[in-house]
């Protein structure tokens, strides 16, 4: 009998058990019922707009007293260009992991990272890295690479057109970068590159972005790129888009993994052996032995990259510090190392080719937000290397600490001693 | 000239020109230096424990304000079990995206689905999707497979022995069961599958987790079941790992992609093509072109399934309901696709196989976190697959926005409009 | 200056130079042009035929006694139902490596493998690796799992419809089986697995082929299962295809990867210190180390798997042994893992999922294909299992000894020592 | 219960029954067995050499017969350095598929391309694609992109020393180039990239191979960069590898396929309606549909790019025309595309970014070989293009064929007349 067969059969009659056997498989709504309202006032943000908003959605006033309390509401003007239908604000607990010494080439000294998670035992374990990793004297980070993409796409009546459009297009370089940052005050077009395929042309587009994430200012830009070319090349497309799913944004993607989207960091320590023992409970040799187990789970698998947590720790200093958290679906890929060095210390190693960070524009300047970004001594210009160097250094702390958990056997006690009082 | 050299010497000397040329390359901290202090106090949070650590930050008095707000205060003790060296909690602004008419096999009815992001333009877009969906009578969204896994792995002497494990283990499914639920009062072990490589054997266990996402509760399941093999395998291992990374836990992995992690959920709706004119500004050939070549970079960039921007409206979900924000990584993959039905409307699918999701544990009972939950009527016991096929339908608004938006040449101009005032 | 720009440019005008710079991009032919003739008679393989074929060629009478060998046109007929068009044949010359020992379930011995291949080094690599196991007491290896797949799908007209087709279809395991091996003496249906994308149902048929590789027959099979199910099912799909390209069927596929196409073989061995140095001029450490760097290397570049050069020998046993080349390319994946003892020597081991090979059907039977099986004493019926633990055996010497050329720094020597008198 | 486990079991159930269940798990061999003798004579081939090792396989005089063929003993000095250990030819029967008419920038005329294959159906399967392109007025087939490529990869202490050492390497472009072409007439360095992981170092260098596929000449070409990079470079690599696994060598890869290695060839046609109809016995909707349902297929089984089956036509074409069939694996990735134009034809392409092919080294030179390429007018220096090319549009002539099978139905009665004589 076929095993998937049986899956299926049992996981049908749990669907009937949860359900109710005699419900109809989905519901009907009559023709006539009108949907419901719209959504008052789009992007506006004033009393009245949030007033009718919760009025359309019936809820309790408990409800809405947490939703939108005092704080919020006194500032919320201040969210006027970074939501829409606006109706309060979620806390997201956080808690600060550290000391972390990271020794970088912008960012230098001992940083308490600001984490915004729900998942108990998080902080802790980042916290128990980031500690060993400075009494080990502090990781290296350091950005080793950068730049935002878009990928316009271009249609054409058959290949020989698509190849008489590369050959124009690639000598317009000078041309293009100047329709692309006579968008935009920070923005730098640094590279292009062309991907044929049958009668279609995906150029890839990357950008420097100083010290913002820089999504809108390269679709911006971008934009006007293809304005250009449409109204300028000699072959014309028959049709084009702004953006043909070759960037990687918001989510994992080989290419983006290969090369890089936003920064790419590499982070790296040496433990000594004695200190993995005192800090870590485990040895080198231990946490060498799984860290090569789980490489090859991870590749069993079909990972892109190499890792154990890295979504974790983006995630929760996404949101602390204003970051786009959508983004933690490119960014948590990369390469984890662990090796013995001839010394018998541990060598670790994080690489995050896609890192989009910024600490200018999107929510960096959102009140608490900018207050995490403070705690960082990071808010505003000038700062976004420096950041990426951090979150390269976090994630590295992650690591160490879940796989010696997991080397060590300590990883399902921690879970159950912080978080069991929950979840059963 | 190699191209790529080129590349490398202008990065390198954009860094020597961000950084001042003639900084050393690295930091060096006196060997005598303390690295400062621990953090005090652990998973504590009590109002003395928080000073401590706001001590440690030298942070001025108005970014403790903005993290530490009187709400929070007040709340502190709600966040005892979720998170380790509290400091406060950021807030993240929430809109709300409707009306989305939902029929599901759990949810049925119109929903505004909360959503917390820093993101111009994003709400705006998932509602406009959502508001096209109701017009056409809503979609349909069904929970159609479920299972949250961990992977312990043995190690043996050689692949005989491995064998000889994995024959007896394959006749112990009833005790391993017994063990596995003996702790935890929801969680029931659905599957075990088992992968040999060389002398190592990865089980893959797959759990039932009633209505928590349930990632502690499978882990101490998990370590149970480890814990009797060791006890009782006539094969001894010579060392095991409660979690080989095969789970694909925080990450996206082709394995999960290819069965289930958490929730699998389809779905799908038709869009008469006048309201597709009308709503969203396009035609359904148009966004069938747009979705055939977008679909297309996305397997020449190496994405895992083929969609446009899931990771945008879970993140957001997921951090107004309390969810794991750091599943987004592994939620985030998918299939979208679009196509004309024979009477010229649109035909539109995604199916999201990871929806790691719950409506009780994790960040559900926060206080704002679950006013969230309340605004769907999805808080507590017996809602998460209603939650689950919620997040389906809005990942369908979200596709349908965004694929109308870039078909259409809408899609810059969104975001110059709504997000421009932030960013240049 | 763009640099992916710049190497367009420079490819465009080598492109010139190549081609002469005047002529035009692509050549035209006159619209009245008559196509030229069709190839004579089919699959049909007499005199006549081949005859007629060769005057269509227009080659020389030395090239037509090149491949219409006196053997060949002996033999002519024995290639009736193995290939259309027939001309005549290609001699590819077979060396022999080993000898190679190999302990497996079915294969016990010591085997000289024929090799066949055209490129310098490649027999002398394997031979060196199989000796290297052969001194080591030889190697283990195992078939452990077995199963080729077809992947049937189904369209419906929504999701309801689809969910109730595979409520439907779950419950016809046995009639599907009977109508599947109603078509075969050998084939046995499985295993059935069922994926729901939309609106559609892929499901994947799993069968036996004892000693085939069995392509045509799963085909058949399914396609019997597929008029059973059209002509039965109380929800009638719209559309449905025999294999809907989830099958892995010619390709490298995570899918086939992860499970089992064809058979799954791991093959190990440990190899003492002395050994390694004394035969393969490297040591254990050297070897992990190069395999560790290696495993990184692939992972970055994206392969499925991990692994050295399993094509290699694959496709010279497959191409000597008159198994489907074509196979090859997704036979071609695995998990290599080379790493230290305790003791100090070295475990290596190779785990393949995907071997499609068989001692029955296919070009098994050709006359100087049969011979290479008879070298091996595996032509016929009832050797499949123990030619597959053979192939298992030769790709892990091929591992062996590449890893240890490489590790040690003589790989590029002796290419040049072998290859170089042909190639500059 | 666990179906997973319930498959293991019926599995050993099943090699239990095969076997034998008294046998014992693994034979033994007595420890003072001999493992038996070597290989006489490794690369030479001389009748004496040739008889020796024939004395070792035991066989038969029949088996040699086959082997060792009147024609084969005639030129053995021919395949003195393209195999080692030699025996004898295996022959493989070769029939045309054709005509093929390409309008290429190098290929332009009508081909019969031979195909060596012992597989039925396939010549003919080619062969009616082939027929229906030219039909269409033939297809464009065009080279828009080349490079073979190696990737060494050198350790140091640490990532700083690593960033130094890209520093300095990033300038030595003239000088590597110079080293590489010292070793070669007709290799060309024409990019060098670079990838930091860690404190790894991988560069990949790509070369122009002139008419050779031309992998040893870029490994001899790696093996002097490296020499004088160790010499030359001020911060000393602690170790280094020729090749660290990154060139995409006999396997398939994200990187490769998302860049190029070989050639990289796009092939296209238009299909007119009534031209579908009348030798495909399809229509331009059917193929779009399956192709669409198929595309999706290929993705959700986690294939690299999207593809029938290029392996098919490539292996046969590579075995026949003398290529490394074992690049089989790594040239069977890139995408096909159908789609509908507006005038109601079928668009068809194929891109292929890694065909590794030559007309001159490797196994072009040999006597059955090289009148295979003569077929096409393609023997020797200057045709390397031209036959990638053809590659292309075989590979095109396969897709529309299997596609078309696929879509009508045709598929399984196809090899069910041509094969079934053999197989059940």
Redesign the interface.
């Known amino acids: 009998?076929?095993?998937?067969?049986?899956?299926?059969?049992?996981?049908?009659q749990?669907?009937r058990d949860?359900?109710g056997g005699d419900e109809p498989?989905?519901?009907?709504?009559p023709?006539d019922e009108d949907?419901?309202?719209?959504?008052a006032g789009?992007?506006r943000i004033d009393p009245g707009a949030v007033e009718r908003?919760w009025g359309?959605?019936g809820?309790?006033e408990?409800?809405?007293g947490?939703?939108l309390?005092?704080?919020?509401v006194e500032?919320m003007p201040a969210?006027e260009?970074?939501?829409?239908?606006?109706?309060?604000?979620?806390?997201?607990?956080?808690?600060?992991?550290?000391?972390l010494?990271v020794?970088?080439?912008?960012a230098?000294g001992?940083y308490?990272v600001?984490l915004?998670?729900?998942?108990?035992?998080?902080?802790?374990s980042y916290?128990r890295g980031a500690?060993a990793l400075?009494?080990a004297?502090?990781c290296?980070s350091?950005?080793?690479?950068?730049g935002v993409t878009r990928?316009p796409?271009f249609?054409f009546k058959?290949?020989?057109e698509a190849?008489?459009f590369?050959?124009w297009?690639?000598?317009q370089?000078?041309t293009l970068r100047a329709e692309a940052e006579a968008t935009?005050?920070?923005g730098k077009?640094?590279?292009?590159?062309?991907?044929?395929?049958?009668?279609?042309v995906?150029l890839?587009l990357e950008f420097?972005t100083g010290d913002?994430a820089?999504q809108?200012?390269v679709?911006?830009a971008?934009?006007a790129v293809c304005r250009h070319i449409e109204a300028n090349s000699p072959i014309k497309p028959k049709?084009w888009?702004?953006?043909?799913?070759?960037?990687?944004?918001?989510?994992?993607?080989?290419?983006?993994?290969?090369s890089v989207r936003g920064k790419?960091v590499?982070a790296?320590a040496?433990l000594p052996a004695d200190l993995v023992q005192r800090r870590l409970r485990s040895t080198p040799k231990q946490m060498v032995?799984?860290y090569?187990?789980?490489?090859?789970?991870?590749?069993?698998?079909?990972?892109?990259?190499?890792?154990?947590?890295?979504?974790?720790g983006?995630?929760?200093v996404y949101?602390?510090c204003?970051q786009?958290?959508?983004?933690?679906?490119?960014s948590?890929?990369g390469?984890t190392?662990f090796?013995e060095n001839p010394d018998g210390s541990l060598?670790v190693?994080?690489?995050l080719p896609n890192l989009i960070v910024g600490t200018?524009?999107?929510?960096t300047?959102?009140?608490?937000?900018?207050?995490?970004l403070?705690?960082l001594h990071m808010a505003g210009a000038g700062h976004a290397?420096a950041f990426a160097e951090v979150c390269g250094a976090l994630v590295l702390a992650g690591e160490v600490s879940i796989i010696a958990a997991?080397?060590s056997?300590q990883?399902?006690?921690a879970?159950?001693k912080?978080?069991?009082?929950?979840?059963?």
Chains 1, 2, 3, 4 share one sequence.
């Open positions: 009998m076929a095993t998937a067969f049986e899956r299926v059969t049992r996981f049908i749990r669907l949860l359900r498989w989905l519901p009907t709504f023709p949907v419901s309202r719209r959504v789009g992007s908003r359309l959605l809820a309790s408990a409800t809405r947490q939703v309390d005092p704080m919020t500032q969210y260009h970074n939501i829409e239908n606006f109706v309060g604000a979620v806390r997201v607990p956080v808690g600060i992991a550290g000391p010494r020794r970088g080439l912008f230098r001992d308490y600001p915004a998670t729900t998942e108990a035992a998080m902080v802790a916290t500690q400075s009494d004297g502090g290296t350091v950005v080793v690479n950068e990928s796409v249609g058959d290949v020989v190849g008489q590369v050959t297009v690639a000598g370089m000078p935009t005050r920070h077009l640094s590279d292009v590159s062309v991907t044929l395929e049958g009668n279609h995906y890839l420097f913002a820089g809108n200012m679709t911006i971008t934009a049709y888009f702004v953006e043909g799913n070759m960037s990687g944004d918001k989510k994992a993607s080989s290419q983006s993994f290969q790419k590499i790296e040496s032995e799984y090569r187990i789980s490489a090859t789970g991870g590749v069993l698998s079909g990972n892109i990259g190499i890792q154990g947590h890295y979504a974790n983006l995630a929760a949101i602390a204003g786009d958290a959508a983004c933690v679906a490119e948590a890929v390469i190392r090796q060598y190693a994080v690489t200018v524009g999107g929510g300047g959102l009140p608490s937000q900018r207050a995490c403070d705690i290397n997991l080397a056997g990883f399902a006690q879970h159950q912080l978080a069991r009082a929950k979840e059963t």
